[in-house]
């Protein structure tokens, strides 16, 4: 009998209401940003979720990084509200069928 592949993800299922898609694109995100993607901050952070030392939720609420975070989220928002509309629905789209199939293998961005 052969041992199921492991979830690295299942750890954010709580995060993400029960839905192993999102969970699954959110440990995605979190193995870029330890890649270092973001800078040596976030990268540091993301290691230290991604191995279980702290979680997310620890994580924004604290001061070394909650302001960091905040940071990134507006930065965000803002290339968010300067979108095409067509585009962002585009883009909901895509994340709606990697989110409703989390059997869908990886894809590259």
């Known amino acids: 009998m052969t041992q199921p592949e492991p979830q690295p993800e299942r750890q954010f299922l709580d995060l993400t209401e029960g839905n192993p898609g999102l969970a699954k694109l959110l440990h995605a995100s979190l193995t870029r940003l330890r890649d270092g993607v ?9 290691r230290d979720v991604l191995a279980g030392h702290t979680d997310l939720r ?6 070394a990084y909650g302001g960091l975070l905040l940071d990134h989220y507006h930065r965000f928002r803002e290339w968010e509200q300067n979108v095409d509309p067509e585009d962002r629905q585009h883009m909901a789209d895509q994340a709606a069928d990697l ?3 989390p059997n869908t293998p990886d894809q590259q961005q």
């Open 38 to 46: 973001a800078g040596d901050d976030l990268q540091e952070m993301a």
């Open 58 to 63: 620890q994580v924004a609420a604290t001061d």
């Open 99 to 101: 989110t409703a199939d």
